[in-house]
């Protein structure tokens, strides 16, 4: 967490809380990977809405480097700036964000 929020996100406020899935997605029998899921059976790698009590869901894909933990605490960092980027065109935050999956991987996490 602190090299993802702190160090790269050079953040100073409190990173949110996450909470991990370990589901498959229902309506993908045959994709291995585990996902978030919504209400409606949506399936998302991660999701981020800054008005849920914890913030930030995330797919558990066997490593944090692997998982959408970096790209979804840039969704909730943007948040804090007053950003909605659901579209993920502010390019430089989200090359930042595989940049911290990089460093996640190679921190062997
Ligand atoms: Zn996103």
């Known amino acids: 967490m ?32 585990t996902a978030v899921v919504d209400q409606d059976g949506m399936c998302y790698s991660g999701r981020t809405y800054l ?3 914890c913030p930030s ?13 970096a790209h979804e605490l840039m969704h909730y960092a943007q948040g804090l700036d007053g950003v909605h980027d659901p579209d993920h065109k502010r390019l430089d935050d989200w090359k930042l964000s595989i940049e911290m999956d990089a460093r ?6």
């Open 2 to 33: 602190e090299a993802v929020w702190y160090d790269g996100y050079t953040r100073a406020s409190a990173p949110p809380g996450v909470s991990w899935s370990f589901s498959a997605c229902p309506s993908k029998p045959d994709d291995p990977r």
């Open 57 to 69: 869901e995330v797919a558990w894909r066997g490593s944090f480097g692997r998982s959408a933990f």
């Open 104 to 109: 996640l991987i190679g921190l062997g996490l």
């Open 51 to 53: 008005g849920w009590a």
